[in-house]
């Protein structure tokens, strides 16, 4: 009876509330139906991840169709959400599949929720107090602050970028390094900032972390300044893509520089190329093997999952089948 109570009080105050819808099958590119259809209204319910601005699939428009569009803005969803979706299946960019982990965040945000809107952005609202004397040495790092991920890991000057997470502050700092630092960025939300890519800033590869003006987070991300004139690498073919560990790699492609990281689940590494065409790197075991690829006591394929970040930015993802 309380719960009644309270859920009529809800109802009462916050009309746009809506019940759960729960999501138990699989969503993947191609398919129709309702699943399909009330994905979309989630997905629509937030700014960030809408599914079109206008016609179909935009909100009120919802279709029971899994295109491109709802594709593209699961991933947007996954990578929102990644500490959640993605990191758990050793995953850094969204997929555009809704499985287990994606269905559980939906299952989560539909028991009862608000229709939000996302605050505008203006040149205004940016900070760029940028220096070069970054004070991230005498910050204590704090788990409290964690970045999930970001809206681009490649930028070029002026461009913004959003910073998705939790522990922000109302004013935050973007250390670049041990170098350099952006003071006073403002989140939008409890879960949201974003910067514009200062113009001092040089060109080139950053791990950044952020501070809240009380302490500097313990996880840092990862971004590619470029100014345009370097392709953005390409991944073209692996070989061999069906390996053992401790077997080296050659990955063909185009826009590789002459040093390259290789960014993986187990940590990243340098790759060099003297073509700009190939790099090569040894595929090294995780600490220990998910529990998810053993079943029955049968031993399966482990998914090698990888990127490439150059001078001109960052790859799509490629996944290399790992046999233990």
């Known amino acids: 009876m309380k719960k009644l109570c309270f859920l009529i009080f809800l109802l009462a105050f916050f009309p746009s509330f809506v019940f759960a819808y729960t999501f138990s099958n699989n969503i993947s590119f191609g398919l129709r139906g309702q699943d399909v259809l009330e994905l979309q209204k989630v997905l629509n319910s937030d700014q960030r991840t809408i599914v079109s601005t206008t016609g179909l699939g935009s909100k009120g428009l919802e279709t029971d169709y899994f295109g491109l569009l709802t594709r593209d803005a699961v991933v947007r969803f996954q990578e929102l959400y990644a ?30 929720q608000v229709a939000t809107t996302t605050a505008v952005i203006t040149k205004k609202a940016i900070n760029k107090d940028f220096s070069t004397n970054s004070n991230i040495s005498s910050q204590l790092s704090s788990d409290n602050i964690f970045p999930y991920s970001l809206s681009s890991y490649s930028a070029k000057k002026g461009a913004t970028v959003y910073i998705y997470g939790e522990g922000f502050g109302d004013k935050n700092t973007i250390y670049f390094g041990d170098k350099y630092m952006l003071a006073n960025v403002s989140k939008i939300s409890s879960t949201t900032m974003a910067f514009s890519v200062p113009d001092e800033l040089p060109i080139g590869r950053y791990d950044f972390k952020i501070g809240n003006g009380k302490n500097v987070s313990t996880r840092s991300l990862f971004i590619t300044i470029t100014d345009g004139s370097v392709g953005i690498p390409k991944i073209n073919s692996i070989s061999p893509s069906v390996v053992k560990y401790g077997t080296t790699v050659t990955v063909f492609g185009e826009n590789f520089s002459k040093i390259n990281q290789v960014r993986t689940i187990y940590g990243a590494f340098e790759a060099l190329s003297n073509d700009g065409k190939t790099i090569s790197f040894v595929v090294k075991p995780h600490s220990e093997i998910p529990e998810r690829f053993l079943r029955d006591g049968e031993t399966k394929a482990l998914p090698f999952i990888f990127f490439v970040v150059s001078d001109g930015g960052f790859s799509e993802q490629s996944i290399i089948n790992v046999e233990l």
């Open 83 to 112: 500490k959640e979706v993605l990191y758990p299946a050793g995953l850094y960019r969204g997929t555009g599949f809704v499985g287990s982990l994606t269905r559980q965040k939906l299952n989560s945000l539909t028991k009862i």
